[in-house]
């Protein structure tokens, strides 16, 4: 599968995912802890949509460097930074459960995860035939 395809895909799963988690948070768990789970989530999807164009735009089709290495990992590292500095003032100021926020900010790992294992499924049942 191409990237393109793969990465429509992950955006898809994301939003379902969060919609899912949002959804079962809302009618199980407090509105606080659900909160947590929406903002985790939605500053995890931004996270990754930023790192994806940040290695787009950093390489060429053919795999070669576009741009300096050391811009690759200064963009990572400020947007890491940006990502714990949101989560430390989400969290002090007691605007979300942390619980809900960890759980929230899962969803990237859990549609990879998912992603993979479908295509494992899809690959391993296709060698059967």
């Given at each position: 599968?191409?990237?393109?395809?793969?990465?429509k895909t992950l955006?898809?799963?994301?939003?379902?995912?969060?919609?899912?988690?949002?959804?079962?948070?809302?009618?199980?768990?407090?509105?606080?802890?659900?909160?947590?789970?929406?903002?985790?989530?939605?500053?995890?999807?931004?996270?990754?949509?930023?790192?994806?164009?940040?290695?787009?735009?950093?390489?060429?089709?053919?795999?070669?460097?576009?741009?300096?290495?050391?811009?690759?990992?200064?963009?990572?590292?400020?947007?890491?930074?940006?990502?714990?500095?949101?989560?430390?003032?989400?969290?002090?100021?007691?605007?979300?459960?942390?619980?809900?926020?960890?759980?929230?900010?899962?969803?990237?790992?859990?549609?990879?995860?998912?992603?993979?294992?479908r295509l494992v499924?899809?690959?391993?049942?296709?060698?059967?035939?």
């Amino acid at each position: 599968m191409e990237w393109d395809s793969l990465f429509k895909t992950l955006r898809i799963q994301n939003w379902l995912i969060l919609m899912m988690l949002g959804a079962a948070s809302f009618f199980v768990m407090s509105p606080h802890f659900t909160l947590g789970v929406l903002i985790g989530g939605l500053l995890i999807i931004a996270n990754f949509n930023v790192l994806q164009h940040t290695i787009r735009c950093g390489f060429s089709s053919q795999g070669t460097l576009q741009v300096s290495r050391r811009s690759i990992i200064v963009k990572f590292y400020l947007r890491l930074l940006a990502l714990g500095f949101l989560m430390y003032v989400l969290i002090t100021r007691d605007l979300v459960n942390p619980v809900g926020l960890a759980v929230g900010l899962s969803i990237v790992v859990i549609s990879i995860v998912h992603l993979a294992l479908r295509l494992v499924w899809k690959t391993s049942s296709e060698e059967v035939v």
